[in-house]
């Protein structure tokens, strides 16, 4: 891998925030997002495309621009397919509208070529990205039903499937390739503290005879277990597979009194871990401490994490994805887009 250790941000929202009147400041300057985010330690951003959504966001025109942006800031980049019209994650893998009168054979066809194609587009702007996401969250699965594996469809052909869905993707990007650089190609499920559930994934795949390149998991501490698991499991993760691991979702609360009457999705004493209160500094500690156990990760297999939307503030009621925003006291920016102290802990060695 050609960075040091990933301090990254997904901001795949920024362009709707900004777009419709959303604003970030410093020490009361207001100044692009992205220059805060760099000024204050980030050297990765994250992306999440959506084949074709109902909205002007997060579609393939909008990730060419946003990518472009994030290259011309000198960020490494990371690209994370969905393969859907919309939010794919453990729940829901729904699949691309235009996809769903193809034929298996030919599914598998159309997720190696909008793989390639799209990249293709990135590297021809200038703006190819660094690192590819084959699917996200895909614990059970991509491209629901062809790819669905939980549950009833957990069965062996299902898996097959998905294997041929995922070979499909890591193909679509080996392609690009031959117009630039090498693209490392990255696995990612939701089990940051389940060893068990990360394994018998994992295992699939080498079964399976997958080409990738990177583990991802995702870690929310109320969600998915305790520090002590989440350690464990990136260590057996490491040493298991010889890969090496991105944390490539993580998220902590800096309060717990909402801007307005709409719930935060964080909004339960419950699910505050013990020695990390939901204040700045709480949350400042709790990515310190998160960094410190993946750079403890066995033979330096620890690449880095991504902190899930630290720009999304509530610059409007209701949004582009169909839901208000409840993720508000989770982010690295206060309710009016100032940054927080929290955000510095990128700077920290």
């Known amino acids: 891998m050609n960075i040091e250790f990933i301090k990254g941000a997904d901001i795949s929202f ?9 604003a970030f400041y410093e020490n009361g300057e207001q100044r692009d997002v992205l220059d805060i ?36 800031k000198g960020l490494h980049f990371l690209l994370d397919f969905h393969y859907s019209d919309y939010w794919a994650d453990p729940s829901k893998q729904h699949m691309p509208k235009a996809w769903e009168q193809l034929s298996f054979e030919e599914l598998v066809q159309e997720v190696e070529k909008f793989t390639c194609s799209f990249i293709t587009e990135l590297i021809e702007q200038g703006a190819a990205p660094d690192m590819v996401q084959v699917g996200n969250e895909i614990t059970n699965g991509m491209i629901w039903g062809e790819g669905r594996v939980d549950g009833e469809h957990n069965t062996p052909k299902q898996w097959e499937k998905l294997g041929q869905l995922i070979a499909a993707g890591v193909r679509g990007v080996k ?11 990255m696995i990612h ?22 080409d990738y390149d990177v583990i991802g998991l995702s870690y929310y501490s109320w969600w998915h277990g305790t520090l002590e698991e989440f350690s464990r499991n990136m260590a057996d993760l490491a040493e298991r597979y010889r890969k090496p691991i991105a944390v490539v979702e993580v998220a902590y609360p800096w309060t717990m009194t909402p801007p307005d009457e709409q719930p935060l999705i964080f ?72 940054k927080l102290d929290s955000l510095n802990a990128f700077l920290e060695k």
Not at 175 to 185: F, L, Y
Request: with cysteine; net charge negative; aromatic share 12%.
């Open 14 to 22: 920024v362009d709707e925030i900004e777009t419709e009147g959303g």
């Open 37 to 72: 985010l760099k000024d204050s330690g980030v050297n990765s951003a994250r992306l999440r495309i959506w084949n074709n959504p109902e909205f002007d966001y997060c579609n393939p025109k909008k990730t060419l621009m946003m990518a472009k942006r994030i290259k011309e």
């Open 175 to 185: 392609a690009a390739e031959q117009h630039g650089q090498s693209i490392p190609t």
């Open 189 to 210: 499920i939701d089990r940051g503290g389940d060893n068990e559930g990360s394994r018998y994934f994992y295992d699939k795949l080498v079964s399976l005879g997958i």
């Open 267 to 338: 909004n339960t004493e419950e699910w505050v871990y013990e020695g990390f209160p939901p204040t700045v500094e709480g949350q400042k500690q709790w990515l310190l401490e998160l960094m410190k156990r993946i750079k403890a990760v066995p033979d330096e297999l620890g690449l880095g994490l991504y902190y899930w939307e630290p720009c999304w503030i509530p610059s409007k009621p209701t949004w582009s994805v169909g839901h208000e925003n409840n993720w508000s006291n989770l982010t690295l920016f206060d309710y009016k887009g100032n």
